[in-house]
């Protein structure tokens, strides 16, 4: 995939950079441990095939937390809204992204959301596929079509890094099928969500998936809708309200984009009716975001006027001003 390296971006890369300091790499998953925090890279991916980059944009890593708005949307073009959102609800929750609080103090218990991990794991039960490899072989095939590249597969070492270590992601699993949320073996479903998380690609990738949401589920590259324009709505939607963990608030307010991260560091924005935005940088906040992905979206947003929402502060005082 082409994608032109811009100075300008560059400035921008070096300066969030200096952030990366104060951030750290996940390591409850043992083998993300090993990237290194230094590391940050974006791509932007225009609808007429321009791609302009900043950083090595090379580097790989894995989807994590973003592959919860992809496997959403393929379970919602399989299943259809009404089903899905019988098993997984729309609102936020405010609690860390593996919590298990709110599905024991909630009655029925019934996921908030498809981006927290109870959520996700409810979503990914419902790919459809008569076996584990059939599920997993379709998610990539539509993840291929996505960033059009049909080498896209997953980190074999970062799944079985997961699955080993993976038991809040278990108990919340125990937690929901003693309630009757899914039917499933625990393990089966385990093995394939650790691969769905540990699917592999770089920041390019991220950006072209990130225009296609844009672009209301439209592959303009070849015309084809991709996604239906209203799988890719809810999707978006989910994007602004649960994307950035419970940071997503702050986040929508300072930069105003719909946007997904995930714990490998990668952040996959979509600008509405715009542009893709694909960033990895894998030294985290506390909330388990980028931390120099975050300031670099900030300092794009202000710069360029991204925020969906409109003007910012600044913007307001000199529209009063004129
Ligand atoms: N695979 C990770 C988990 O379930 C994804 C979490 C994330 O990126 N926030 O813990």
Known sequence: MFCESNKELKTLVEEARTYTKDGKVADYIPALGKANPNDLSIAINYPDGHCVSAGDVSEKFTLQSISKVISLALVLIDRGSKEVFEHVGMEPTGDPFNSIAKLETMIPAKPLNPMINAGALVVTHLLKGSTNDEKLDRLLAFIQTLANDST???????????????????????????????????????NLYTKQCAIEMNCLHLARIGMVFAMDGVDPETSKQVIPKEVARICKTFMVTCGMYNASGEFAINIGIPAKSGVAGGIMGAVPGRFGIGIFGPALDDKGNS????????????????SMFGATHENIINVFNN
């Open 152 to 190: 896209i597969g997953y980190s074999e070492e970062i799944a079985r890094s997961e699955y080993e270590t993976a038991d809040l992601n278990r108990a919340l699993c125990y937690f929901l099928k003693q309630h009757n949320r899914m039917n499933e073996d625990v393990e089966q479903l385990l």
């Open 291 to 306: 931390i120099a992905g975050i300031k670099l979206l900030e300092m794009l947003s202000k710069n360029y006027r991204l």
